[in-house]
């Protein structure tokens, strides 16, 4: 097991895919968004080319990977993390479905091919860039969570850029940034077709958004039905449990 992890890792279980993730707390370390993120999006079963950016330690290409048999990219800026991703995907024996390219995702259709891929997810950095500092975060973590490298409006543009014409695009997201992610979204080809709000429980205010956008799509926006992550009794919902831990 040693030969896979290095200084603080650790493997942890991706219970309801069977799958395993290298993760560190003091360099990254996956969240729900990117489990709510692999299961909202559309994904085609046998054919067809998929592309995660901000991929992080790849958690989103490993949750995909359980739903569809078709070709997953992932694309992460910082080498550290790459690098852990792409252990994980050899740890899985999943090098024959899973790619993880060290790039910048400014720009990255130049180096991937424009228009080349059915469906690009992206859990981008949600945070101002001025805040990483306010907050005296590692610089993994912060690179990570905040505009640093990479704007939402960057992002987007560089899904759309990858994306082929009718494809589709998921992103997950603060619920405050909707109004700049449907602008962004719209003015880089790409028709927000669902959206879905995330809740910590009934009664409180969202605090996820999930949106997905067809490039050149028709508008017509389906707003989905909530999704609670905790019950009455602080416990995992069955829809959020199932996702997690698979049904029993």
């Known amino acids: 097991m040693e030969q896979w992890l290095k200084d603080d890792e650790r493997l ?5 895919e069977d799958l395993r993730i290298i993760q560190s707390p003091s360099v990254f370390s996956f969240s729900l968004d990117a489990v709510l993120l692999a299961r909202f999006a559309y994904v085609p079963m046998k054919r067809g080319k ?22 997953i990219i992932g694309v992460e800026l910082q080498e550290r993390l790459a690098d852990m991703a792409k252990r994980s995907v050899q740890f899985n024996n999943l090098t024959n479905q899973i790619t993880i390219v060290e790039a910048d995702v400014k720009g990255i259709a130049r180096e991937l091919g424009s228009e080349k891929f059915d469906v690009v997810t992206c859990n981008p950095p949600y945070f101002p860039a001025h805040e990483a500092s306010e907050k005296n975060l590692k610089e993994h973590l912060a690179i990570a969570r905040h505009e640093i490298h990479l704007t939402l409006d960057e992002a ?15 992103f997950v997201h603060r619920p405050g940034r909707l109004l700049d992610i449907v602008t962004a979204m719209r003015a880089n080809r790409l028709e927000p ?6 809740y910590p429980k009934e009664g409180k205010e969202a605090n996820t958004l ?5 490039k050149d799509g028709k508008p017509d926006l389906k707003i989905l039905a909530p999704l609670y992550v905790y019950g009455d009794d602080g416990k995992y919902t069955q829809e959020v449990k199932e996702m997690l831990y698979g049904k029993e």
């Open 193 to 198: 077709k669902r959206i879905r709000f995330v």
């Open 156 to 170: 987007v543009q560089s899904a759309s850029e990858l994306l082929k014409q009718g494809g589709k695009a998921a």
């Open 12 to 16: 942890d279980y991706l219970l309801a």
């Open 50 to 71: 998929i592309i995660d950016i901000c991929s992080g330690n790849g958690a989103i290409p490993l949750f995909l990977s359980a739903r569809t048999n078709v070709e």
């Open 210 to 214: 999930l949106i997905e956008g067809i």
